[in-house]
């Protein structure tokens, strides 16, 4: 057994194993003792998501995965060539029913350092794991101390696990959260924290954690929403805790409500850029622009070349964003593979918000205030973070984002617009 000595400083690191027999790198966190803080700024690692997604077999693991993981020096070992350590909640069973259950007490292959999802010609393929980490040496690189927390800490300890901090940012793909994880975030911003969601289709789908062991998770697909398996009728409710479940939207919490703006589309794994929109002058916000004067945002990186997409947010008052939001920048130029997500599908040419198609497809960067002196910054695209550290961290991205913490960071509260 392997204990954490007392002076870790806070992170995300692995340990590397090695035998004759071959090699293979396992990944934890180190969180801050309870009850303390080491930084302003927490980053709350989405583990929740990591375990529903954890050994994922893929439709499309084959010859190209193998080639590109193997000139890439990438992981080497792909869950779809180990059945033995079971599935995830993304496949089926053998009577092609929906895997509901998850679990991390046992090797998930695809949470490993250098796994590969896609084999993309225009990027990395990272998600989840190994695309947060991104982030974390951005604010390395940056100079910014930070703590971790992850979703199970949020689970157990509610809002008290991060209340104390300033700066509270989310990673690349917080999909999935309990009530209680998900209320942890409102209660922050309640509070007057200052929160940046820095990632897309994030506060999605509502999960229930068994109650006597934290790290097996259970999804019921309900109703609708982007799935690849859905849950059969009267199976909508939760064996862990009762619950319907389902997307938080249909449970009355839309992610607008919380960050502002919530999933809208999906498409390749390709990302494409935001373009300033008349937020970014208001005074209100337009210090996050500060040496900023290009209008086009994050044309590059290393998440499908671009800051925005794969899976991205919009804003949308009809859901709950707030009517002081300023949208900031929104993406365009996705390609023809994005598609606007089911649940505000009326019927093929109708959508519950009343306009064109093509609108729905695009990531809005929001920004706006809260009534207890707080404020809340969101990306709404999975591949924001993957432009971060383009040119060695030297890019229109990073300035920005480097923008916002330090603002939030400043105790200062922010003015409420009446």
Not at 28 to 44: E, L, Q, S, W
Not at 86 to 100: A, C, P
Not at 118 to 139: C, E, K, M, Y
Request: net charge negative; hydrophobic share 35%; proline share 7%.
């Amino acid at each position: 057994m392997f204990e954490i000595p007392d002076d870790f400083k806070c992170g995300f690191y692995v340990i590397n194993l090695e035998n004759d027999r071959g090699k293979d790198a396992i990944p934890f966190y180190v969180c801050p003792p309870k009850g303390t803080r080491n930084a302003d700024i927490c980053v709350v690692i989405p583990t929740f998501t990591y375990i529903v997604y954890g050994n994922y077999i893929r439709h499309d693991y084959g010859e190209a995965w193998e080639r590109r993981a193997s000139e890439w020096n990438a992981y080497p070992h792909s869950p779809s060539a180990h059945p033995e350590y079971g599935l995830s909640t993304y496949n089926h069973h053998s009577d092609r029913s929906g895997v509901g259950y998850s679990s991390r007490f046992r090797p998930l292959l695809n949470l490993r350092p250098g796994y590969l999802i896609f084999p993309h010609d225009t990027g990395s393929g990272l998600r989840h794991v190994q695309a947060d980490t991104h982030l974390l040496a951005w604010l390395e690189n940056s100079g910014y101390t930070y703590d971790i927390m992850t979703d199970e800490e949020l689970h157990l300890e509610g809002v008290a696990a991060i209340k104390n901090y300033p700066v509270v940012l989310t990673g690349t793909h917080p999909e999935y959260h309990t009530l209680e994880s998900w209320q942890a975030f409102a209660d922050y911003k309640e509070h007057g924290g200052r929160l940046c969601y820095l990632g897309g289709n994030g506060f999605y789908w509502r999960i229930a954690v068994h109650p006597d062991t934290t790290g097996i998770l259970e999804i019921r697909r309900a109703e609708s929403g982007i799935r690849v398996w859905a849950s059969e009728p009267g199976e909508y409710y939760n064996a862990f805790d009762g619950q319907y479940g389902g997307l938080w939207t249909r449970n009355g919490r839309p992610p607008q409500q919380l960050v502002g703006v919530g999933f809208t589309s999906q498409g390749d794994f390709v990302g494409s850029y935001y373009r300033k929109q008349s937020g970014a002058e208001d005074p209100r916000a337009s210090w996050i622009f500060k040496d900023l004067t290009e209008d086009i945002l994050g044309d590059f990186g290393l998440s499908g070349g671009g800051a925005a997409g794969f899976e991205v947010d919009r804003a949308e008052p009809r859901f709950g964003t707030p009517t002081n939001a300023l949208i900031l920048a929104s993406s365009e130029g996705h390609s023809d593979y994005f598609m606007p997500v089911p649940e505000e599908m009326m019927n093929p040419l109708a959508n519950l918000a009343g306009a064109p198609m093509d609108e729905l497809i695009r990531a809005d960067m929001v920004f706006f205030e809260t009534p207890s002196g707080g404020a809340v910054f969101s990306v709404g695209s999975i591949t924001f973070c993957g432009s971060l550290p383009h040119n060695n961290f030297d890019n229109n991205i990073s300035t920005l984002l480097k923008n916002v913490i330090d603002r939030f960071v400043d105790p200062n509260p922010f003015n409420y617009p009446l």
